[in-house]
């Protein structure tokens, strides 16, 4: 990933704001939104669709041809199977309907179910997003980064740092603050 932001608020004057999780852009320049959902109400899918909009609205210039919008991935970490259909992956692509032919606008929706926990390397990984002691992980770099940030000094103080940018920015725009599950500060660890 070339660059990654937490938390990125995308405002709109007259309509509905969004909040997305996590913002990416990879190595081909394809934007990223990873939403990580804990409750089934907060993954449905006109809210892909709506996240999927807000970002295609804030990536040209006025006047920038539409040619020039990136990939787009709004992907949607779920705990639940909220497709219930008992897979692991659930990519949704637009197609025409009488071939079924890709439509290719470069816009794409991955739900991922982890729930779904088998034999896989990415069965593993939300394996590991359920764990909450880092020595019940498979991935080592990810139990690493665990360990850090919840029983090192200076990760709990990073995390706690984090949590109070977030809550000033909210502050500031007149909102409650939000708490993800990403950034739960360790008060009690200080």
Not at 95 to 112: A, K, Q
Not at 143 to 150: E, P, Y
Request: hydrophobic share 35%; aromatic share 10%; glycine share 8%.
């Amino acid at each position: 990933m070339l660059d990654v932001r937490t938390q990125v608020f995308m405002e709109t004057l007259l309509n509905r704001s969004v909040r997305l999780d996590i913002l990416a852009m990879d190595g081909t320049g394809a934007k990223l939104n990873v939403e990580v959902q804990r409750s089934d109400k907060g993954a449905g899918r006109k809210r892909a669709r709506y996240n999927s909009s807000m970002m295609d609205a804030n990536l040209l210039k006025k006047g920038e041809d539409f040619d020039k919008l990136p990939e787009t991935w709004v992907i949607f970490i779920t705990e639940n199977d909220v497709m219930g259909k008992g897979l692991l992956l659930y990519p949704i692509e637009r197609c025409f309907l009488g071939t079924g032919e890709r439509f290719e606008d470069g816009s794409h929706i991955l739900y991922v179910n982890s729930d779904y926990c088998g034999d896989t390397p990415i069965g593993k990984l939300m394996h590991d997003f359920s764990c909450t002691d880092a020595a019940d992980m498979y991935y080592g770099t990810l139990a690493d980064r665990v360990r850090f940030f919840k029983e090192s000094k200076e990760g709990i103080e990073i995390v706690c740092r984090a949590y109070e940018r977030y809550e000033e920015s909210d502050t500031e725009r007149g909102c409650a603050p939000y708490v993800s599950g990403w950034q739960i500060c360790f008060r009690g660890n200080r």
